[in-house]
């Protein structure tokens, strides 16, 4: 069965920090561009950080530059998000998706995929 796995999730206080992982079954990575989604209650799914099948091209969204870092072991077939400096606005549930080819990673990160895997999704939660 190809399936994508999120794990990591949980509930942290503001300034906190939790690391996320994708791990996928049945296929390998390492010809996917991987990204990172989310989606709060009530608003539409967006990107957070997409990175590419080599891991030489990453983006971020604005509301987490210099807070999150997306980072690929091909060789253990995951992705990892790794989440500092927690805000309760990160309050969400948090996708990963693969995808065997996009324009840029900047692209895969604006339209959200239609093709491709995705995962079920980890609840990440802010708040003291």
């Known amino acids: 069965q190809l399936q994508l796995v999120e794990s990591g999730g949980g509930l942290v206080q503001p300034g906190g920090s939790l690391r996320l992982s994708c791990a996928a079954s049945g296929f390998t990575l390492d010809n996917y561009a991987i990204g990172w989604f989310r989606q709060a209650p009530g608003k539409e799914r967006e990107g957070v950080s997409c990175i590419s099948n080599s891991g030489g091209s990453t983006y971020y969204a604005d509301s987490v530059k210099g807070r999150f870092t997306i980072s690929r072991d091909n060789a253990k077939n995951t992705v990892f998000l790794q989440m500092n400096s927690l805000k309760p606005e990160d309050t969400a549930v948090y996708y990963c998706?693969?995808?065997?080819?996009?324009?840029?990673?900047?692209?895969?990160?604006?339209?959200?995929?239609?093709?491709?895997?995705w995962g079920q999704g980890t609840q990440v939660t802010v708040s003291s």
């Open positions: 998706a693969a995808v065997l080819k996009v324009p840029t990673v900047q692209a895969m990160c604006y339209i959200i995929p239609r093709s491709g895997y």
